[in-house]
T-cell receptor, first 112, second 115 residues
Framework: DAKTTQPPSMDCAEGRAANLPCNHSTISGNEYVYWYRQIHSQGPQYIIHGLKNNETNEMASLIITEDRKSSTLILPHATLRDTAVYYCIVRPLSYSNYQLIWGAGTKLIIKP | GAGVSQSPSNKVTEKGKDVELRCDPISGHTALYWYRQSLGQGLEFLIYFQGNSAPDKSGLPSDRFSAERTGGSVSTLTIQRTQQEDSAVYLC?????????????FGQGTRLTVV
């Protein structure tokens, strides 16, 4: 079973910040939080990952709460091309890529 | 090519037939993974290759499924005697290694429909 809980769907207006929540209340100290997205008819695409500090890259920011039981992926200025299913995954340090456990994700729809 | 390439992109087959799905990973990537994704679901791990090591087949759902990776590059996933429940998108991914710091790059997938 997936170790994360995400809302099944969300809407966001184009140009606004999209904030995607993820609960991982059973996360342990050696587990990273990963985010991927999957645009329709394409394979998943890596976005960002973090352990306990907030992270930012050219695609998004990842905010992890101090107790690490939840996190938020932020797309600062959402565009129509950001419409996709977003997956939040926790992964132990010792795990390899193939051992990620994928849930159903959040379907994010960006509206003009 | 620059990315992971899968072929065919779509495959419709009759129940009971065998199918072969192909994956060309990114050049130089030693790790290769196969996943299956049913409609509206997350990814289900099938099999993993790392260099010359024996593959991890722990995700294969039945002995009708098998995969090979020749010369450490191209991989073929074979499904024998296909069943309707095999209908799904089959995704291949590759990475430089298998460790936590190496991200996986995915192909576009093969949509398999068994009728």
């Amino acid at each position: 079973d997936a170790k994360t809980t995400q809302p099944p769907s969300m809407d966001c207006a184009e140009g606004r910040a999209a904030n995607l929540p993820c609960n991982h209340s059973t996360i342990s100290g050696n587990e990273y939080v990963y985010w991927y997205r999957q645009i329709h008819s394409q394979g998943p695409q890596y976005i960002i990952h973090g352990l306990k500090n907030n992270e930012t890259n050219e695609m998004a920011s990842l905010i992890i709460t101090e107790d690490r039981k939840s996190s938020t992926l932020i797309l600062p200025h959402a565009t129509l091309r950001d419409t996709a299913v977003y997956y939040c995954i926790v992964r132990p340090l010792s795990y390899s890529n193939y051992q990620l456990i994928w849930g159903a994700g959040t379907k994010l729809i960006i509206k003009p | 090519g620059a990315g992971v390439s899968q072929s065919p992109s779509n495959k419709v087959t009759e129940k009971g037939k065998d199918v072969e799905l192909r994956c060309d990973p990114i050049s130089g990537h030693t790790a290769l993974y196969w996943y299956r994704q049913s409609l509206g679901q997350g990814l289900e791990f099938l099999i993993y290759f790392q260099g010359n090591s024996a593959p991890d087949k722990s995700g294969l759902p039945s002995d009708r499924f098998s995969a090979e990776r020749t010369g450490g590059s191209v991989s073929t996933l074979t499904i024998q005697r296909t069943q309707q429940e095999d209908s799904a998108v089959y995704l291949c991914a590759s990475s430089l290694g298998a460790g936590r710091s190496t991200e996986a790059f995915f192909g576009q997938g093969t949509r398999l429909t068994v009728v």
